[in-house]
């Protein structure tokens, strides 16, 4: 290619991002200029979905207008509006625009203010934050930095059993230093702190919580505020006036709804009847990207939401690390991704993704499937003909498709995996109790990959669903979790993710694309590491 057909081909490539060049019109023109492969291979990297989706986006953003309603559709209904519970994605979903943290997090897993100005950490056991001081409670009430003492307090509280305690028990107390400073005192160094704080402190106002049951009355500080929960329908907010943050939020409304079918949902995105959808059917994806159509957009694909296979070690088969080994010898992740999730995810043998700026590259199974390996291991275990059952959701599509793509992967070493269907109650039962044999998950708390391991494979934890136990391991995590220097976190999650590979109970297989898609003229709502759907920044275009 001459030097001019190079910048003719870079300039349509410029063009196409900023919107000036449709699809079609793209492909013809650089087939008719026949791009060389050194090109080529360029211009693959630059069209991957993720940079498609920004620049369809990035294309249509403008001035924000003031004003105007939206209704958003999320799968599932939201059950619980009080932060301390955080039972169901769906409900932290709704809540967390009601309420406020102290920090937040950006796509690029730096931290930014909330009602926190700034924070210093003081010594390795001192964080100290410096408040907003003109956030105002929905009730009228001032925020100052009692109501973070009361709200740490109320979560630590044995009496209140609030799920939200084990993430934040590494506090030992919080402290008022005047109204717009407070203090945390932890019982050891935390290397997670910020991170906890951003997914697990929404700051509740204790005349709010008092008034009326905060499952069903939310008091926030938020951009929002609630103003009507039709149970099972619909969850309305409304613009917070009071909203500290100088001309936000920008809507005056927005609407929740939950419709748990893909395709009733993009029916309602492309009639205008819903606005912002968190997710298309995935056979659509790729086509919809592609629709020259000025109806709807969709943001970047961030690989944030992480699945697992979980395996029962607290009794037979998979209580012999050998099994657990064969089964994990079996797993071809490439076929998972393009089978279960339609490309629309990428493989993943680790919590943190290749995005992570905590990702170790770790990969005990890069040369697999070993299926005669898995064989092996299963003969030294005197477990060949192994049979187990899978509990799989008959309404959760992507685990059965999972299911049933490692069913036919097993099999070529011999292993026979029933699946089970359980309705969503019983499943998480037998999760809970380890009554399953396997099953898999996904977990949505990971802008810091300690906030799963150090959950799911301490002994003593209470969010252990694999009934993994191992003294080295609890060791690893105990250096890491008190780890604060970046460098030396670094090395202990390498260390971790090496021996959680090795051990088996809990194996990675991808990394969900997170992709929010919305009418053409609605901005603002991008995918954050902490899967908080911010609608305080969503805004229309003229």
């Known amino acids: 290619m001459t030097r001019s057909r190079d910048r003719e081909a870079i300039q349509l490539v410029d063009s196409f991002i900023v919107g000036k060049t449709n699809r079609r019109t793209f492909t013809k023109r650089m087939a008719g200029l026949s791009a060389g492969a050194m090109f080529g291979g360029a211009l693959a990297g630059i069209l991957r979905p993720t940079d498609v989706g920004a620049a369809r986006v990035n294309r249509q953003d403008a001035a924000p207008t003031k004003g105007g309603r939206v209704v958003a559709s999320i799968i599932d209904k939201p059950v619980n509006m009080d932060p301390a519970y955080s039972q169901l994605y769906s409900s932290m979903q709704v809540y967390q625009n009601i309420f406020n943290s102290l920090v937040y997090v950006d796509a690029n ?22 408040l907003v ?57 935390w290397g997670s702190f910020l991170a906890e704080m951003a997914i697990w402190l929404e700051i509740v106002n204790e005349k709010g919580i008092n008034s009326a049951d905060p499952k ?35 809507l005056d409304t927005v609407i929740f709804r939950s419709i748990p079918d893909d395709t009733v949902r993009l029916t309602g995105l492309q009639t205008n009847e819903l606005q912002w959808i968190q997710q298309v059917p995935l056979l659509n994806a790729e086509a919809l990207r592609a629709d020259e159509s000025d109806d709807i957009k969709v943001t970047a694909a961030s690989p944030y939401l992480p699945d697992f296979l979980y395996l029962n070690g607290s009794k037979p088969p998979f209580d012999d690390v050998r099994v657990r080994q064969a089964v994990a010898l079996c797993l071809d992740r490439a076929q998972i991704v393009q089978v279960a999730y339609s490309n629309q995810a990428t493989p993943a043998v680790e919590v943190a993704s290749e995005l992570s700026p905590y990702f170790s590259g770790q990969n005990l199974w890069a040369n697999g499937p070993d299926y005669e390996k898995a064989k092996q291991l299963l003969s030294e275990a005197g477990a060949e003909g192994l049979t187990f059952d899978f509990d799989g959701q008959p309404q959760v599509a992507t685990q059965l498709k999972i299911a049933q793509v490692i069913q036919q992967q097993l099999s070529q070493a011999g292993i026979t995996m029933n699946i089970q269907s359980y309705e969503s109650g019983e499943w998480i039962t037998r999760l809970n109790t380890l009554e399953y044999s396997a099953t898999a998950t996904y977990y949505s708390v990971t802008i810091d990959p300690v906030q799963f391991y150090n959950r799911k494979l301490r002994s003593d934890s209470k969010g252990n669903n694999t009934g993994y136990k191992s003294a ?37 297989l991808d990394h969900q694309y997170v992709q929010y898609w919305s009418r053409v003229n609605l901005s603002g709502v991008e995918p954050v590491p902490s899967l908080k759907v911010e609608m305080e920044k969503a805004h229309f275009t003229e």
């Open 109 to 130: 897993y730096n931290f930014t203010p909330g009602l926190a100005k700034t924070w210093t950490q003081v010594d390795p056991l001192t964080w100290e934050f410096n």
């Open 133 to 189: 001081d003109n956030a105002t409670f929905h009730n009228g009430e001032k925020f100052t930095s009692r109501d973070v003492v009361y709200t740490v307090e109320r979560t630590l509280d044995p009496e209140g059993a609030f799920p939200n305690a084990a993430s934040l028990q590494s506090i030992d107390k919080a402290e008022s230093d005047g109204d717009y400073k407070v203090r945390f005192k932890l019982k050891y160094p």
């Open 216 to 250: 069903l009355n939310p008091i926030g500080t938020g951009p929002f505020k609630m103003t009507e929960w039709v149970q099972d329908d619909h969850i309305q907010l409304d613009r917070w006036e009071n909203y500290h943050i100088p001309d936000r939020p920008y």
């Open 472 to 508: 080295e391991m609890d060791q690893l995590l105990d250096a890491w979790v008190q780890e604060s220097d970046s460098e030396n976190r670094a090395v202990a999650y390498a260390r971790v993710v090496e021996l959680a590979q090795r051990d088996a109970a809990v194996l990675p």
